[in-house]
């Protein structure tokens, strides 16, 4: 007799079914009843609000705007939310010459681009997040609210996160930061953009990056992957959710093995800076980012991280309900920190993710 294989939603760790039930209740039907950009951030928006969440402490958040990339139509300004790990009124100086940091230890900076599959989402979303970051790492987060598809689609995403990265680079002393520990990160869509400016900043000889943390990255439009058929469905995150997503960004005639669009397909990964790289088993995008783990070592490029075999697409954003994402949660923050020199990661176990 064949055997049956397990249900994608058997597989899921026993404290993330509740959890994954809940959030499955709420998230609109991508690509069936609902196919309009804004009926689904109207629903995401609208959707009734679960027990009121206990906000991370940081010494400060401050929202403002970016310069945005050069001679993009409408991209003028970028909003990004600044979070502070320490109150800047207490930190005393550590020197009075121009261009240096007020602050009297170096931090890494962290350039967060949240997930959405480039559709959904913003700064408000993945607010707990970024305030998580910034506490556990002792970072100054910069988190950016890139243009959003259909409305922007591909490649404009792409080029609001290096301007963000370049802005970021340029003011490193005024937010506190080490010049040599600028980050990239995100989750999901953001996971691939934090490669996408990677790969661009590779390109353009700048700005360096020390680590690039990708959080289950969207890496690829082929959807192929035998993860893709194994997670089709139960876990949250869809297949069908995915097809919707790409459709979004790429358009009808869009490039969908363009290296910014999907970096798995990029000819070249040598040169590119350490990641971290966090997946979940449960996850239609799992191979995609294990598959670029590999990738990574084999250009010669040091990956460090964590494969999560019974957790789903945007765990780590529970801490407070999931022990395993609160121990994932720690583990990027001490990738992040380590990533100033002289302030050592806990050694959590690199390799395991690819």
């Known amino acids: 007799?064949?055997?049956?294989?397990?249900?994608?939603?058997?597989?899921?760790?026993?404290?993330?079914?509740?959890?994954?039930?809940?959030?499955?209740?709420?998230?609109?039907?991508?690509?069936?009843?609902?196919?309009?950009?804004?009926?689904?951030?109207?629903?995401?928006?609208?959707?009734?609000?679960?027990?009121?969440?206990?906000?991370?402490?940081?010494?400060?958040?401050?929202?403002?705007?970016?310069?945005?990339?050069?001679?993009?139509?409408?991209?003028?300004e970028i909003p990004v939310r600044v979070y502070d790990p320490v109150h800047r009124e207490t930190a005393p100086a550590r020197s009075e010459g121009e261009g240096q940091s007020r602050h009297p230890h170096p931090r890494p900076t962290v350039l967060f681009f949240h997930g959405g599959g480039y559709t959904l989402c913003g700064l408000d979303s993945h607010d707990t997040t970024a305030r998580g970051l910034a506490a556990r790492a002792g970072a100054v987060v910069v988190s950016v609210g890139y243009r959003l598809a259909p409305e922007h689609r591909f490649p404009a995403a792409v080029d609001d996160a290096y301007a963000a990265l370049r802005w970021a680079a340029a003011e490193i002393h005024a937010l506190g930061g080490d010049p040599g520990a600028l980050v990239t990160a995100g989750d999901s869509s953001g996971g691939g953009l934090a490669t996408a400016v990677a790969l661009k900043a590779r390109e353009a000889g700048g700005p360096d990056i020390a680590l690039q943390v990708l959080l289950y990255p969207v890496l690829d439009a082929a959807q192929n992957t035998a993860s893709y058929r194994e997670n089709a469905t139960g876990c949250f995150l869809t297949a069908a959710h995915m097809r919707w997503f790409w459709q979004q960004y790429l358009g009808p005639d869009g490039d969908g093995t363009h290296p910014l669009a999907s970096p798995l397909r990029a000819a070249d990964l040598t040169g590119l800076p350490p990641a971290y790289l966090v997946t979940a088993g449960c996850d239609p995008l799992r191979d995609e980012g294990l598959a670029y783990a590999r990738r990574l070592r084999a250009a010669g490029v040091p990956v460090t991280g964590r494969h999560w075999p019974g957790m789903f697409h945007g765990f780590l954003g529970f801490p407070a309900q999931l022990a395993d994402a609160d121990e994932a949660l720690t583990g990027v923050a001490e990738a992040i920190a380590a990533t100033v020199k002289g302030r050592k990661n806990s050694g959590e176990g690199g390799g395991a993710a690819g």
């Open 1 to 76: 007799m064949t055997p049956v294989e397990p249900s994608a939603s058997s597989r899921l760790s026993p404290a993330a079914r509740p959890l994954v039930a809940v959030l499955s209740a709420a998230f609109p039907d991508l690509g069936g009843a609902v196919t309009d950009a804004a009926e689904a951030r109207h629903i995401l928006a609208t959707a009734a609000p679960g027990s009121p969440k206990r906000l991370p402490a940081v010494g400060a958040v401050v929202d403002r705007t970016i310069p945005g990339p050069p001679a993009a139509s409408g991209a003028s």
